[in-house]
């Protein structure tokens, strides 16, 4: 803005004086040249009365060089007869001249008395001013003079107006510096953070009041703005599910804990794949989605028809990963993807058809035997004194399916986490009874079972207590060998209680320890079958011991045996 006002101001400047220089130029032109015409009329006037007066011979003493009163050289009298003819010339011989009949003012003199005319060089740079006058004795006498033109003068004034000129700039450029400093510098120091302080030119007090407004309204929009940022970043922030909020090319425009924790997005090798961030911004956000192709083909198809679904695998977790379209009026402004933790539901759905899928086959072997022994009894093709065997083996399915039917519904009770009223158990006390509940059966598989430790309370579901130690004492007998034993103990440090079963079985190998509390798995498919199991036992275990917020713990080696032990919190 300075270099503007400098350049118009000095433009205006040398605009100013050329004009001036024309003006001055022109007007002492038009002066000298009026002053000089009305000279030149006197000087005729004089020289006619002389020559009326005493003719040739004045003239002839008015050219002579020793003559007091010398013609000037600058004026030249020419005396022409009536026919055109001269009679006499200042500035040339009579004799010499041609004739000036044919002048026009010369002709015009002889018809009016007195004539003026004005001839200009070839070049324009001077005129000649011609007057005559009409004698009495019919002559006409006429005098001249040359005139410089305008052109001629600027010519002859050209060094001292390029003096002047070049004075006028330097002058000019300093005082219009000078002064587009001064007009600048009260819009330079302008406080926009407090327009209405300002002191400044009263044409911009509008302006400044304008900002004032401005500011305030900007100031309230930034305010409800950062509101609601913070808002969104505290919702975004405390929520379980994971947000990521992208643009058209899939970069990262907001994402939160819970996306950053799912996608790891501090290891860009986990699918995340980093690109150079851009000045000023968060790196973390200068990020570009390449979670391999299914997440990328279903955000493209987000892109195109507005909604798409994928499901993905993280750090051994598995998310729902739902993605919508953003748009801004009618432009496309990106995708926002949620990620749900469906790993339980998931598992829980796994579970669900891996139990039926059991539970039928469970439920369709002794069916099966019950079904066949009774259509053999009908048929009458059995023989009198097998049918007691038949009848027993129908017992025995049918206990087995009762067997079978409850642990399904307590297995049930326990998924629905129904809350059932909790007292102190003593699992010392609970120990010894589950042992001397199942004594005759290890009497009958020549096993010894003891029950040592301290009296330890907790407080829970006496009956569930009771049914996870039953069982893991039934599992240490079904699974042990001949003459072993089974020991069970209890113990209390510090605020931590735990009961441990052991028993000298036949142990369960590194591959099918991770999988021994899953329902209907069995280690020996064979041995648990003849020994009637249901393989619901240790998952009924795990389910009791997770109502108490207990932890079990599996130590087992294959031929040596097995120690399964429950950790119960401090109370």
């Known amino acids: 803005m300075t270099k503007k006002i400098f350049r118009f101001t000095l433009l205006i400047v040398a605009a100013v004086l050329l004009t001036s220089l024309a003006i001055v130029i022109g007007s002492l032109h038009r002066y000298f040249a009026t002053e000089q015409e009305s000279q030149l009329k006197d000087e005729l006037r004089l020289a006619a009365y002389a020559v009326e007066q005493n003719g040739l011979d004045y003239l002839e003493k008015l050219s002579a060089p020793d003559y007091r009163y010398a013609w000037t050289p600058d004026y030249r009298l020419t005396w022409v007869a009536s026919d055109g003819t001269v009679l006499f010339d200042t500035a040339e011989a009579a004799g010499q001249m041609e004739n000036h009949a044919d002048r026009a003012e010369i002709q015009e003199a002889f018809a009016k008395g007195e004539s003026s005319r004005v001839r200009y060089s070839t070049t324009l740079t001077e005129r000649t001013l011609y007057y005559a006058k009409a004698l009495g004795d019919k002559t006409v006498l006429r005098i001249s003079i040359r005139q410089v033109t305008t052109l001629t003068l600027v010519a002859f004034m050209l060094q001292p107006l390029l003096l002047v000129g070049i ?96 996608f790891d997005i501090e290891n860009p090798t986990a699918g995340l794949a980093p690109r150079p961030a851009v000045a000023g911004t968060d790196s973390n956000q200068a990020i570009r989605i390449a979670a391999g192709p299914d997440l990328n083909q279903a955000i493209h198809t987000a ?10 695998e993280k750090n051994g977790r598995e998310y729902q990963l739902d993605i919508s379209r953003i748009k801004s009026g009618k432009t496309i402004a990106g995708t926002v993807l949620l990620a749900f933790d469906v790993t339980e539901q998931a598992h829980g759905e796994r579970n669900r058809r891996e139990f039926t899928a059991n539970v039928s086959h469970e439920l369709k072997t ?41 642990d399904i519904i307590h297995l049930s009770q326990l998924d629905e986490g129904i809350p059932l009223a909790k007292e102190s158990v003593d699992l010392l006390e609970t120990a010894q009874s589950a042992a001397s509940a199942l004594h005759g059966y290890a009497a009958e598989k020549c096993l010894r079972i003891t029950v040592k430790g301290e009296n330890a309370r907790v407080t829970g579901v006496r009956s569930f207590l009771y049914e996870m130690l039953y069982n893991l004492c039934d599992n240490a007998i079904k699974y042990n060998v001949e003459n072993g034993s ?11 209680t735990a009961i441990s079963v052991k028993d000298t079985g036949i142990g369960i190998s590194s591959n099918d320890q991770p999988r021994v509390f899953e329902r209907f798995f069995r280690v020996d498919k064979s041995r648990s079958k003849a020994s009637g199991g249901t393989g619901l036992g240790l998952s009924i275990v795990k389910h009791i011991a997770q109502y108490h917020h207990a932890a079990v713990e599996l130590q087992s080696t294959p031929g040596e045996g097995t120690t399964i032990t429950v950790r119960f919190p401090a109370q």
């Open 366 to 406: 002794p069916l099966q035997s019950i079904l066949g022994s009774a259509e053999l009894m009908k048929n009458g093709l059995v023989k009198q004194e097998d049918i007691p065997r038949f009848l027993e083996l129908i017992h025995k399915e049918a206990a087995r399916l009762v067997t079978l039917v409850d």
């Open 303 to 312: 892109m195109e028809q507005g909604h798409s679904e994928t499901r993905a």
């Open 167 to 262: 004075l006028s700039v330097i002058l000019s450029a300093v005082l219009a510096h000078w002064m587009a400093g001064k007009v600048v510098r009260p819009l330079t120091s302008l406080d926009f953070e407090h327009p209405l302080e300002n002191e400044t030119y009263e044409e911009l007090a509008p302006l400044l009041n304008r900002l004032h407004q401005q500011r305030r309204q900007i100031a309230a929009q930034l305010h409800t703005l950062q509101k609601k940022t913070d808002e969104f970043t505290q919702i975004t922030a405390h929520m379980k599910e994971g947000l990521i909020l992208l643009d058209n090319n899939g970069d990262i425009l907001s994402i939160n804990p819970a996306a950053r924790q799912i």
């Open 486 to 496: 089974v020991e069970i103990k209890v113990t209390a440090k510090g605020q931590e």
